[in-house]
């Protein structure tokens, strides 16, 4: 029988989709109070993989990707999908999302998303939220599988989770979670 241990700490990832850039500032203004300071953030661009968001969000939205610098422990990630959905809500006009977040930790090995909806490969947590692997590390590069959504496929979403999981690493490092 294994020894139990725990978890090590993951980077605390979030897509964030916002039908108008003005709402990026506070929605993240909003996130830095729940999970601390964001590490790094990349650029905010039209989200043209996919038009699923467009009737709700009325026109096609922005996107960005914030990496934070706090770790957090992976238990916790149905708490945040379950405090980052109470925080869509404060951004609905008439019921309809201005701003979508999708909450994920990244280590070493993949990248994981919470999610609401189940599917054959997602895993339930708790409380109505679902894990799944979205990307795995493997051969110096992420890589998606059948179900890994349209944007986290692309070259440049995989190239920069590839920089987010060097400044995990020496966070790693410096922290003495990990072994040189």
Known sequence: MGRLLSFTPRSLIMGVLVKDPALLEPVVSRLETHYGPVLNQSALTLFTY??????????????????FKTLVDPARL???????????DLYRVDA???????????????LILAT???RSHRIPLSDGIYAEVTLHYENHAFHGLKWTYADYQSEGVRTLFEQ?????????????GLCT
């Open 50 to 67: 996919t038009d699923y968001y467009d009737r709700e969000m009325g026109s096609k939205p922005y996107r960005c990707y914030l990496q």
């Open 96 to 110: 309809k999302r201005e701003v979508n977040l999708d909450p994920g930790l990244l280590c070493l090995e993949n």
């Open 116 to 118: 609401t909806k189940n």
């Open 78 to 88: 149905s708490a945040i999908k379950r405090e980052t959905n109470e925080l869509e």
């Open 164 to 176: 987010f999981r060097d400044d995990y690493r020496q966070q790693l490092k410096q922290e003495g």
